[in-house]
């Protein structure tokens, strides 16, 4: 296999994915515990001393548990993140560990060509993430409040592209979190629903009907469930006579397990 993504965890308990390209390799965000990203890198047969990077999305707990450990145990890695994020992560990395970039502007990492984008979202300075290598792109658009304009624009060539499917909007109305939280991921600055990732789904393939992979991800446990998840996202689509077939390849990442090894 040449340019490969797995998921390692998808939700919002933790996050942590991973692209590997020959002997080259990258961690977006390091949520979970250390045991199991490096449990995952062995899963995938990817040696530790082949990653090179690890990208930081924005400062939550759920994107940054296990920098510490990351950044001292994988020997040639460093983490990146721009300046406000660094601002506001409170887990010790250490000064030489430590790269910063600025949002809107590629910067490498060995052969990767990364290009980090401002998304919505309620942190610092946070980011999604186009990674380029091969003549190919992986994207990565979770913790999205809303689709913007440049986001859109950023992932509509995109090969693989990770999209949040944070909630099904019923499930959350009717369920137990209090109100604030409700108004908090159902905002401008939260987190995406089933159905506006269906309808970003629908722009994408009108823009640019290309062949794509499609991984849903950061569902909630308590709002969301992959099957409802798929569902939703496929009838969105249906009602815009848009199937499901070798062109467009539709899944589901696990909350907290890794996914396959895709080929990209």
């Known amino acids: 296999m040449g340019l490969g993504?797995?998921?390692?965890?998808?939700?919002?308990?933790?996050?942590?994915?991973?692209?590997?390209y020959d002997n080259e390799a990258l961690l977006i965000d390091a949520g979970i515990s250390g045991k199991k990203i490096f449990q995952g890198l062995e899963d995938t047969g990817v040696s530790m001393e082949d990653v090179c990077g690890v990208l930081v999305t924005h400062e939550h707990i759920d994107h940054v548990k296990s920098l510490p450990i990351v950044t001292k145990k994988l020997p040639n890695i460093k983490a990146y993140a721009n300046e406000n994020t660094w601002a506001a992560i409170e887990r010790p990395v250490a000064d030489e560990k430590r790269a910063t970039f600025?949002?809107?502007?590629?910067?490498y990492i060995e052969d990767f060509l990364i290009r980090p984008f401002p998304i919505p979202h309620d942190a610092a300075e946070p980011v999604g993430y186009s990674i380029y290598i091969a003549d190919r792109q992986i994207s990565i658009v979770t913790d999205v409040g809303h689709m913007t304009d440049e986001i859109f624009?950023?992932?509509?060539?995109?090969?693989?592209?990770?999209?949040?499917?944070?909630h099904e909007e019923e499930i959350l109305l009717m369920g137990s979190y209090p109100y604030h939280l409700k108004r908090r991921i159902l905002g401008e600055k939260g987190h995406l629903s089933n159905v506006s990732a269906g309808e970003c789904l629908c722009s994408l393939i009108e823009a640019n009907p290309k062949k794509r992979r499609v991984l849903?991800?950061?569902?909630s446990r308590e709002n969301n469930d992959p099957s409802v998840a798929l569902l939703a996202v496929k009838n969105t689509l249906m009602e815009k006579d848009i199937f499901v077939g070798s062109d467009l390849k539709i899944e589901v990442v696990n909350r907290d397990c890794c996914s396959c090894l895709y080929e990209v």
């Open 216 to 219: 849903l991800g950061h569902l």
């Open 153 to 166: 624009e950023e992932i509509i060539d995109a090969d693989l592209l990770v999209l949040e499917a944070n």
């Open 102 to 107: 600025h949002t809107g502007e590629d910067f």
């Open 5 to 20: 993504f797995c998921s390692f965890a998808s939700g919002s308990s933790g996050n942590c994915y991973m692209i590997k």
